[in-house]
């Protein structure tokens, strides 16, 4: 196969793209996102990264942007893996030239460990992945806002997009599916730093692509403590609709966009001082539990 603009051979099939106009395409889908953002070559991004393909993939994407850029890694105390990953970043960060900042969730007085040991104990009802998933969101924000930080650059592409409006609407949560979008400006004053998503509008296809092309080394394991994953388990069933309806993750996203904004009622937490939706946020409350526990 050949690509449809200059005729050499094709990397990308879905688009009919060579290396070089396939990784134009790419781009191009990153600037869509990064045009939203007024005066981006003043600002400062945090780019939160996990060692996977789609963070770096969105870090190389990225150093072809003018704005100041700094990386975040969390090690999340996960045996093996969080170590292997943080690794993997420190090599990405030297290559490319990036400051990374390293911050151990232990720091915090707890690991994902630790919330796994009391999940099986029957201390926690939630998920390991919903904490953990708390705890990067929590600590991103924080970081980004104590460093003086104007966005939080998260890696979430269009699949992951498409199976958080599918989880959205299965469960009725529409209020969650609505606030489904590229970049949220956050609120100073309830110390909640902007959010970016560069990566909305690619696919994890091409993601993937992009990195294996760019020679991007990431980390190839998964977490011990993916399995039960609800979005994991999203993403399968979407791939499975999709095979018969090409378009139903497109047009749910589409769907779920056009729906009136909902904006969580926010406050601020009595102990941290971060946004809450109740007295004492949710990273307290776990942080709490576990030392009480530990
Ligand atoms: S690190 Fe954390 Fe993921 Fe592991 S425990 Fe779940 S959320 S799967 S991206
Ligand atoms: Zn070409
Ligand atoms: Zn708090």
């Known amino acids: 196969m050949r690509c449809r603009i200059c005729g050499k051979k094709a990397v990308y099939a879905d688009q009919r793209l060579c290396k070089e106009h396939f990784i134009e395409f790419v781009k191009r889908k990153v600037e869509k996102v990064l045009k939203k953002v007024m005066n981006l070559e003043e600002k400062r991004i945090l780019l939160a990264v996990s060692g996977g393909k789609d963070s770096l993939t969105m870090a190389h994407l990225l150093k072809g942007f003018d704005s100041e850029k700094e990386l975040l890694y969390i090690n999340l105390g996960i045996p093996d893996y969080s170590d292997e990953a943080e690794k993997i970043v420190r090599k990405f960060a030297k290559e490319h030239e990036y400051k990374l900042n390293v911050v151990k969730l232990s720091d915090y007085g707890f690991t994902i460990k630790d919330?796994?040991?009391?999940?099986?104990?029957?201390?926690?009802?939630?998920?390991?992945?919903?904490i953990c998933g708390l705890a990067k969101r929590y600590i991103f924000n924080s970081f980004a806002f104590e460093h003086g930080f104007d966005f939080v650059a998260t890696a979430h592409?269009?699949?992951?997009?498409?199976?958080?409006?599918?989880?959205?609407?299965?469960?009725?949560?529409?209020?969650?599916?609505?606030?489904?979008?590229?970049?949220?400006?956050?609120?100073?004053e309830l110390r909640l730093v902007g959010r970016i998503k560069p990566l909305f509008y690619v696919t994890e296809k091409e993601s993937m692509l992009y990195a294996l092309l760019n020679r991007i080394k990431f980390l190839e394991a998964t977490c011990p403590y993916a399995g039960g994953a609800s979005q994991l388990r999203a993403k399968q069933l979407l791939a499975k609709i999709e095979e018969e309806f090409p378009n139903f993750g497109n047009n749910l996203l589409k769907l779920v966009r056009k729906l009136p904004k909902k904006e969580q009622e926010l406050r601020t937490c009595e102990i941290c001082g971060y946004p809450s939706t109740r007295r004492i946020c949710k990273f307290c409350r776990v942080r709490e539990l576990l030392n009480r526990h530990a």
Not at 116 to 129: D, F, H, P
């Open 157 to 188: 592409n269009k699949t992951d997009a498409k199976a958080f409006a599918f989880l959205g609407i299965a469960s009725g949560n529409f209020e969650y599916a609505s606030r489904l979008a590229p970049i949220n400006p956050g609120k100073k």
């Open 115 to 130: 919330v796994y040991e009391a999940w099986k104990k029957g201390l926690i009802r939630e998920k390991v992945c919903s």
